[in-house]
């Protein structure tokens, strides 16, 4: 076939090639248009263990090798356990319940919509203190350990895309190398809860990471 045939070929089918493509794409968007977008953030910690003071470093002020790494594997275990998960889902979901309407910056529309439709807005009003963080945290953590899987239960240890445990766990956590540095990174379907879910993550791993200290260091003090 020549390239002339070719060409009045298609020009002949042109209205029938533009109703394909336009079909195909009706088809396209219908699929996806109830498909979540996925917003991912990474950040990185620097233990302290390296180069940071520590009390176990030897008198000539080198770093215990072997301990070190035992404590950076320890601390990428507790900061995968599963008690983590639940620490961070619970703080996200006081985040957004006692910042009421405020939520521009932390949570989308749709996303508040999910939390508005799976735990009802007068339980909402109940436990929402938009005056006081710590005061919504306080409640939502006595309602949710009530004894009965009620809605704020199903909704943390769901898979919800914002504050469930069952999503919380793909954030990944690696140690860089053999430095002192783990690098947690995370995906979800909204950007501020995303950046939000690292930032919680990095202030549990850092209070617990201090508390530990404290033990050790109160330990040495009532040794000697």
Known sequence: MKILDVIRLLGRNTPWIAFSAILLAALVFKLTENEKPVYSSSTLINTGFISGYSPERSSGGTTDMVYTNAEIENLIKMAEAYETREEIGLRLLAEILSKGQNNN??????????????????LIETLGDTNSYQNTYNKLKTYRDKGDRNEVYELLYSKNDLVGVGKLKDLKVERQGRSDIIEAKYSTSDPGICQRTLEIFTNILSEEHQDNKYRQSSGVVEYF
């Open 105 to 122: 910056k932390l949570i989308r529309g749709r996303g508040l919509g999910e939390i508005e439709e799976a735990l009802g807005e007068a």
